[in-house]
Nanobody, 125 residues
Framework: QVQLVESGGGLVQAGGSLRLSCAAS????????MGWFRQAPGKEREFVAA????????RYADSVEGRFTVSRDNAKSTVYLQMNSLKPEDTASYYC??????????????????WGQGTQVTVSS
C-alpha cells in the first residue's frame, strides 16, 4: 500500500507559478513510476506528466510542455510538479498517482495503482 498526499495548490494570477508536492508513505517510493493528472470542472481527468522511478524518463502532455517540470526526490519520497507561466485553462484539481511499473510511463489512468486526494489550482485571468 502507498498513501499519497498532494500539497501546494492555491490561487494564482495568470503568468504566475506554483509548485505542487506529492508525499508518499508506505512501500518503497523508488518502486513506483509517478504521474500527475488534473481534472477541471465538467471535464474528464487528463494526463499532465509522468516520471520513471529514477527520473531518467519524463513525459508531458502537449498542453504543459515547456511550462511544467516534474521531478522526484526518492530520499524524501516526494514527487514535484513545478508549474510556470500558468494559464486560466490550467485551473483544475491536480492528482498524483503511483504505478507499480517503475520503468514505464503511463498516460492513461488504468496503470496507476494508487491516487492522492488532489489539490486545487485556480488561475485567475
Amino acid at each position: 500500500q502507498v498513501q499519497l498526499v498532494e500539497s501546494g495548490g492555491g490561487l494564482v494570477q495568470a503568468g504566475g507559478s506554483l509548485r505542487l508536492s506529492c508525499a508518499a508513505s508506505g512501500r518503497t517510493f523508488s518502486s513506483y513510476a509517478m504521474g500527475w493528472f488534473r481534472q477541471a470542472p465538467g471535464k474528464e481527468r487528463e494526463f499532465v506528466a509522468a516520471i520513471t522511478w529514477s527520473g531518467g524518463t519524463i513525459r508531458y502532455a502537449d498542453s504543459v510542455e515547456g511550462r511544467f517540470t516534474v521531478s522526484r526526490d526518492n530520499a524524501k519520497s516526494t514527487v514535484y510538479l513545478q508549474m510556470n507561466s500558468l494559464k486560466p485553462e490550467d485551473t483544475a484539481s491536480y492528482y498524483c498517482a503511483a504505478s507499480s511499473r517503475p520503468d514505464e510511463l503511463a498516460y492513461r489512468e488504468s496503470p496507476y495503482d494508487y491516487w492522492g486526494q488532489g489539490t486545487q489550482v485556480t488561475v485567475s485571468s
